[in-house]
């Protein structure tokens, strides 16, 4: 299963005892692409799509995952361990400046900088 949005997305690799981290952000194209799902709508296979470019030992439940949507906000996807592959959206624990900051500092590594 591929999902048909648009998105970037980096990830860290737990690391010292602490989780590792995903971020997914929405590229989508525009009104005009009514045919592109937003990330929201696809999310199921979008973390399909990653789970499938990370290493295999790692398990999304290991990691803390946050989506940017279209509108510039994010949200945090919490895996449960013991319900296979549930996963329900919450608030950030980090607040929306930080978690932006984060995918800037990952976007100008990377030589991505808007």
Do not use: C
Request: glycine content about 6%.
């Amino acid at each position: 299963m591929s999902s048909a949005a648009s998105f970037d997305w980096f990830w860290q690799p737990p690391m010292s005892g602490e989780p590792g981290i995903i971020m997914i952000v929405d590229t989508h194209p525009g009104p005009e692409a009514t045919a592109v799902p937003f990330i929201q709508e696809d999310m199921n296979a979008v973390l399909l799509d990653v789970e499938g470019q990370i290493p295999r030992y790692i398990q999304l439940y290991q990691l803390q995952i946050y989506a940017k949507d279209i509108f510039g906000y994010w949200i945090q996807i919490d895996f449960s361990i013991v319900a296979g592959r549930r996963w329900r959206t919450k608030a950030p624990e980090f607040s929306q400046a930080s978690l932006s900051e984060i995918w800037d500092n990952h976007e100008s590594r990377a030589g991505r900088v808007n």
